[in-house]
């Protein structure tokens, strides 16, 4: 059976680096960094992440402030929101929570928050610099899978790595983050033609599909590296793209849903709020 890999206690050692970075801003600066979060609208999980995101800064010592903004704001409104916090030399990282509502052009908001506070790394002066290989503030989901494998002892380079879905915020980072640590990388999505070949041939295997239970045992090699990045409500439960139980079987390692991936997504949050700090005070 595989080894399960504890995304929350992967998520504290995290914690513990980014207490480092804190002191070191502190030191070097004398300053503590700010994270503001605009949340729009009333969605019931969008409400739980941004009330987990605000915690987990107040218990590191990160400062934390949350907007809250009707459903039917604008998109000029919440631009201007966006340039106000643009501005403010106390905000150090800016992240606008998604989904947004449909009549505004996430893409339009997105792009207007300055790169250097962008902390979600969704601009695309950052999705550039990431294609590149050069610094940059990057997609905190698939940051954190690569910092699992790393400090879970995976190896990445010289292995074949696929990753099933090619959205912007998990799939595409993804693939170039593996891709930057030498990984042999496939990128597999709804039109890929006969998709469990290729799952098959992976020895670290990335699912971003966003559909349950989609990754069987029969689309994974034994002693393949399984992540999990779906998140799926399921009636009152919350499940994975990747039937655990049974793959769980054929794999070396694999993530489980809830307690997998999903803490790594705030704790590099936290990560990218120091990073982006030091940016602009470096400059
Ligand atoms: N601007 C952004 N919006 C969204 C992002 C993002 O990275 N930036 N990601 C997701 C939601 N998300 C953070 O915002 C997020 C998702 C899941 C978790 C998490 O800890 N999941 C837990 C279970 C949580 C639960 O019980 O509901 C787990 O998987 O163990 C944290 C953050 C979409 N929006």
Redesign the pocket.
Known sequence: MARIID??AVAARIREEVKAGLAGLKADFGVTPGLTVVIVGEDP??K???S??HKACEELGIKSAVIRLPADIDEEALGAAVDSLNDDPAVHGI?????LPKHIDAEKVLDRIRPDKDV?G?HPLNVGRLAIGREALV???PHGVIRMLELEGIQIAGKRAVVIGRSN?VGKPMANLLLARNATVTVCHSRTPDLPAVTRQAEILVAAIGKPGFVTADMVAPGAVVIDVG?NRVGDK?VGDVDFERVKEVAAAITP???????L??AM?LHNTVKAARLQLTK
């Open positions: 995304g929350n999980a969008s739980v992440y941004v987990r995101k992240l606008v929570q998604l989904p979600d969704f997609p905190c989901t915020i998140i919350l849903v809830p307690g997998g991936v999903g803490p997504t705030i949050l």
